[in-house]
């Protein structure tokens, strides 16, 4: 079995890099982080006492916000289109009447789903880091300095003082545990494209609707706050918040276990449920189109 | 509408080794419709294998199902004397096939789908993608994409993928669709040459009964869902009535001429009958035809074609 979903992976990789759409999905999520990052947009930094005190986190957490979150769009997007896709175009006729079962198919699609979602969230944090380090790098004494500024401990071109309740390995520690958090929600927003598209021989009507139902979970989680704590792609925002507001100086902003254990929680029991309607009705269904 | 009759009676089972794929009782309801009722299939080693019927007669859901592309309402495949549902790994395996008029991935090249799709069978080699294109006379277009490609064009690289594996069970549904003339012929003689050189078995689903009556060694008709006749085609068109078409003037003495020899007018149509009597009763009838009078244009002895078998089969015989 292991060989044979290896071989279908291999399949559905080749046929996904030989389009455009993973390319041209790249252009807005590096986009957004490096806007974000360059014009130092969101910077709230109210608590702050002395304005000149500002670090490079500060931007990040809002520049990986608005990316991981067009990464979540995306996710919904291209698993939406992976089964129905087939259905529509009417290829699983080639591909179900080889040697390999329903089940095969459906993990690789699963897996593909995954890796897609696994390479733009990786894509979000090496471009982000990189911006980090080059517009505000850090010098090796841990202050806060960009290198396109010979060494003067500016920001955006501004000189800046660094904040030493605010060190660098903290702030780094903290979005590192926030983007971990991410990747869940990521997934079971894939997962979620995934079941849709289960349902559906038409991509319009699978991209549709799974738009739609993601969009309106998504406002519906950001005005009843009480509610979204369970929905799963609202888990994305814990994470980057917390991380957010700490890197802007607001010290009483703590990380919280019950939140952190809900934050991974709540997406990953969505997710195993997705992926499992999902199956239920792939491995059913009678291939009409 | 009404109900033919079987025409022969089912022909005597095979043994099992000879039998490449049997349908038991294979039945596909979609809701009240019936679409498959009680198929029992048998295609046997070497064989061309025509499925006969009209649109929505139920072959390609037959096919569909033999592939497991849809579960059956009730009833079962064998392919190799195995249940295709329980091992469908084993039996996919030697089994090529095209669904309708066949799709591809139109970014990608017609070389490139097919090296894909190769690769889902554990297939590698390169040669034989080549071998294929070749075969169906696309080695020249492989690399351009799919998206250009004529309807004719995907149905001859739907061929070629059916062939990658070496399959010794090929099933094509309606395999002629979108071919012009010239591509009909290249086909027919691809398959002719697979079944003589290869031992390839085929299962052919179509409603061109001329084509599958040139290609095919058995035959099953279907209508409705149900299988109305299965024999080999030379058993059916030897119990074939003889036929004669004869044009004579005046069309009315010569109306009087046949009921008179009783030769069973089947049609007739701007002075062409056509007549249900045997060869050895022409000259008989030539030399009647002349001493009423009339002037006799044509006289063709002939016998009834896979046409009128299915025709009678399906009961729409007196529509024709």
Redesign the interface.
Known sequence: MI?RVG??V??EL??LF??KLPYVVLFPIVGAVMLVMLRGMDVQGEAVADPRIRNGFEYLGTACLWALRLVSVFAVVIASLSLSGEAS?????????????RTDVFISKALVVSIVVLALFLATAAVSSGMLHVAHGFWRDGSYVSPLNEGRFTLMGEEVISDPNRPRDVLAGDFRLAMTLSILPLLASGFFGLLISSLFDNTGAAVGLAMFLAVALYGFASVDRQAGKYVFSHSLEYGLTVAKHRAEGYSDRKWENGAIRRAWLVPLLSGVAFLGAAYAVFV?R???S | MEQAAPLTPAAPRASAAEVVLRTEGLSKRFGALAAVDGLDLEVRRGDIFGLLGLNGAGKTTTIRMVLRLIAPTAGRVLAFGQDVRENSLAVLNRIGAMVEIPQFYPYLTGRKNLELLYGLSGGRDGARVEECLELVGLATRGGDRVRGYSQGMRQRLGLAQALLTRPELVILDEPTNGLDPQGIIDNRRLIQRLNRENGVTFLISSHLLHEIELTCNRVAIVHQGRLRLQDDVKALLAHAKALATVRAEPVAEARKVFGLRKAEVVSERDGVFQLRCEPEALPDLAAALHASGCRVWELTPGRETLEDVFLAATGRGGAA
């Open positions: 060989a071989r279908l291999r399949f080749a046929k030989r389009q175009q009417g290829t699983y006729r080639m591909v179900l009447v080889r040697p390999v079962t059913r009678d291939i009409l």
